[in-house]
């Protein structure tokens, strides 16, 4: 073969490898890993926060309970199949029809309240699973002063079924370590949960369900309770709520020190054993959670700090993002 051949071969088989090779890396598509962040709504809808937050301020300021209610959707929408807004659903065997939901969820009517002004400003856009998260963090910023940021970029859930709400959130009734069992399986930590629970420095309980304090029954963890705060509670569910729900719907507050701001004070109200549920009070029969405890009642700043890092982290539970779920117009139904 003569130099000319020789160049024009060489020539043919460099372009041939080109066109390969670029055929290669068009033809490549690299995994789509979507995941939801700070600021997700910087350009698609900027108000998107201030919208939330103007609702939920208005909301709070005429009823200081409501966010109780908000943290509390929050937190059993995230352990049942994730933070999807699928306890927002409505249905005969949505998870709103669960036993540890029927008729005690509150803050609905803010979620709509949120939905509908954003889908006015950005139809199609937020999603409900974004606005219960935002919701929860402006309503601890509103009651107690704890601010952080959300990530955002979930997507809705299709599905909610009444039963699974059981299997996933921990009952008022059970002891520490099923408590420690019900968060380690959702990945977080025994000093998430203890923190978590400081949730119940607002909000209030009925008289059904922390019955079992003053009564145990079935051989139920017997915990100690402070004599002036067992009467007091008496007072207000007696024996009769077990057998024929005589006062089973009053209500007591979590805390008896500060119960419309969210601080640590809810755990000095355990270390005085005035806890109100079976799974307040467990806490302190547990050295490890009886330690955080104490380091939470002592140390109200840090515990403030270690609650944002919580909420931040149950958010991150299990969420659609990309092309999975969906965005509802309305949040009680799939679209």
Not at 55 to 77: C, E, M, Q, T, Y
């Amino acid at each position: 073969m003569d130099s000319k051949g020789f160049n024009f071969s060489v020539v043919a088989l460099l372009a041939c490898l080109i066109l390969s090779f670029s055929s290669s890396i068009h033809a490549y598509r690299p995994p789509y890993w979507p995941t939801i962040r700070v600021g997700y709504y910087r350009y698609s809808c900027p108000n998107a926060e201030y919208i939330i937050q103007n609702i939920v301020n208005k909301a709070v300021s005429r009823n200081p309970g409501i966010a109780a209610g908000l943290i509390r959707l929050h937190f059993h929408d995230c352990f049942v199949r994730g933070c999807d807004a699928s306890v927002l659903l409505d249905g005969p065997n949505s998870e709103k029809e669960g036993i540890p939901n029927k008729n005690s969820l509150r803050g609905f009517e803010v979620i709509d309240a949120a939905k509908a002004a954003l889908e006015a400003a950005c139809p199609g856009t937020v999603s409900c699973a974004d606005i219960l998260a935002f919701a929860a963090r402006d309503s601890s910023y509103k009651v107690g002063k704890i601010y952080y940021d959300v990530q955002a970029g979930r997507r809705d859930g299709r599905v909610s079924i009444d039963s699974e709400t059981l299997d996933n959130l921990p009952s008022p009734f059970v002891d520490v370590q099923e408590l420690i069992n019900s968060f380690a399986r959702k990945g977080m930590s025994v000093d998430e949960m203890v923190t978590l629970s400081g949730a119940h420095s607002i909000g209030i309980a009925h008289c059904a369900v922390f019955a079992n304090r003053l009564y145990p029954q079935n051989n139920q963890q017997d915990l100690p309770i402070d004599p002036e705060y067992a009467d007091f509670l008496k007072s207000i569910c007696p024996p009769e709520a077990l057998t024929n729900g005589t006062g089973a719907a009053n209500p007591s507050n979590f805390d008896v020190f500060t119960p419309k701001k969210l601080d640590n004070k809810y755990y000095l109200g355990l270390k005085s054993q005035k806890g109100l549920l079976v799974s307040d009070q467990t806490l302190m029969s547990h050295p490890t959670t009886a330690k955080l405890v104490n380091y939470n009642a002592r140390y109200g700043s840090i515990w403030a700090r270690k609650f944002a890092a919580a909420m931040v982290h149950m958010g991150t539970l299990d969420v659609l993002t990309g092309r999975n779920g969906e965005i509802r117009r309305n949040c009680h139904f799939v679209n």
